[in-house]
């Protein structure tokens, strides 16, 4: 079992920044972030590996960035630039795995554990 902890998020105008965590109970080798904006389905935002590899879906390319502490079993999500579209509940997800090669994906079958979830919110 993994137990993940959200923390972070809230209110900001757009073009603000703002700033989500997730603490995990144990290591896991891939985690990841989700999000999911009312009257849509949950997307994959970044995922991180335990090497510290990370992938981002094309809409946050170059505003987020995904990283993670292995002591702390900790990832966090630097969110800048923010857009109103990016208002959505985000939610901490990982895999599981003890140990793993090959980078993770923003995908949710990959991942087994998931957090309760943060709300982001974009105001225009």
């Known amino acids: 079992q993994v137990r993940l902890v959200e923390s972070g998020g809230g209110s900001v105008q757009s073009g603000g920044s703002l700033r989500v965590s997730c603490a995990a109970s144990?290591?896991?080798?891939?985690m990841g972030w989700f999000r999911q904006a009312p009257g849509k389905d949950r997307e994959g935002v970044a995922a991180?590996?335990?090497?510290?590899?990370?992938v981002y879906t094309d809409s946050v390319k170059g505003r987020f960035t995904v990283s993670r502490d292995n002591a702390k079993n900790t990832i966090h999500l630097q969110m800048d630039s923010l857009k109103p579209d990016d208002t959505a509940m985000y939610y901490c997800?990982?895999?599981?795995?003890?140990?793993?090669?090959?980078?993770?994906?923003?995908?949710?079958?990959?991942?087994?554990?998931w957090g309760q979830g943060t709300r982001v919110t974009v105001s225009s």
């Open positions: 991180i590996d335990s090497d510290g590899s990370a």
């Open positions: 997800a990982a895999d599981g795995a003890t140990s793993g090669m090959g980078g993770c994906l923003t995908e949710e079958f990959e991942y087994d554990y």
């Open positions: 144990r290591y896991t080798y891939c």
